[in-house]
């Protein structure tokens, strides 16, 4: 079983830079691709970045690319975020996932395994 655990997430200034990162406290996700998903209020689920299991192919949504990388150490068994040039609107829940196959989606549900959130809030 994957246990995922985000951790990072707190209030920033706009412009500011922040890392999330999860952790697997579970069985290793190193056979695993993994997903950043975000949701802020009043808005729906939305798809930020994944990265296959080896680390050489990244994804990202529209949101996030030039400011936000993907990253992974799977000798940590941790998959990170690192967010630049943030902006109020990436305030939200920040959510990773894990998946056997490398898919984009937005719903929680698509991925096999998936961790509590962690609170980002950028302030104007």
């Known amino acids: 079983q994957v246990q995922l655990e985000e951790s990072g997430g707190e209030l920033v ?4 830079s922040l890392r999330l990162s999860c952790a697997s406290s ?4 190193d056979g695993y ?6 949701q802020a209020p009043g808005k729906e689920r939305e798809f930020v970045a994944a990265i296959d299991w080896t680390g050489s192919r990244t994804l990202y949504g529209d949101s996030a690319k030039g400011r936000f990388a ?3 150490d799977n000798a940590k068994n941790t998959v990170y975020l690192q967010m630049s040039s ?3 609107e990436d305030t939200a829940v ?7 196959r490398m898919i984009v989606s ?7 395994y998936w961790g509590q959130g962690t609170q980002v809030t950028v302030s104007s």
């Open 13 to 16: 200034q706009a412009g500011g």
């Open 26 to 29: 579970g069985r290793p996700v």
């Open 33 to 38: 691709a993994m997903a950043w998903l975000r």
């Open 70 to 72: 993907i990253s992974r």
């Open 86 to 88: 943030l902006k109020p």
């Open 94 to 100: 920040y959510f990773c996932a894990a998946s056997l």
């Open 106 to 112: 937005a719903d929680r549900y698509a991925y096999d």
